[in-house]
């Protein structure tokens, strides 16, 4: 019964971000505003992290599973992904190295930070 409760505050944190997708303007997906919402209620301590820890570690184990029909969708487009897989490609390797690289360098710079302030 625990599981099933996480599970629908999870649920309903995600409907929210569905509703929120359709009344704002913005190009921002559902699921991000879920995260936002459901990270500022774990950090306001509106949700406790208790309510929703089981179920997350869960959903996160089996996360794997769930790009199964990414790939069946990328194997059946094939034919209309050929022509551009080249582009793609490059934009793809572009995109993750530059991602990376942004990632390391706000690392080192919290990092660098966060040591300076303890030596004070």
Avoid at 57 to 69: A, D, G, N, S, V
Wanted: proline fraction near 6%; hydrophobic fraction near 55%; include cysteine.
């Amino acid at each position: 019964m625990k599981y099933i409760k996480q599970f629908l505050i999870i649920l309903l944190i995600s409907f929210i971000g569905e509703i929120l997708k359709c009344l704002l303007p913005l190009p921002v997906p559902a699921s991000i505003y879920g995260m936002a919402i459901l990270f500022f209620c774990l950090m306001t301590k509106i949700i406790k992290l208790d309510a929703v820890k089981e179920t997350g570690k869960f959903l996160i184990e089996i996360m794997p599973i769930m790009f199964i029909p990414a790939g069946v969708g990328l194997m059946i487009s094939w034919g209309v992904l050929r022509p551009i897989l080249l582009p793609v490609s490059i934009v793809t390797v572009v995109t993750i190295i530059t991602v990376m690289a942004a990632t390391g360098w706000a690392s080192q710079i919290i990092i660098r930070r966060s040591g300076k302030n303890k030596n004070e």
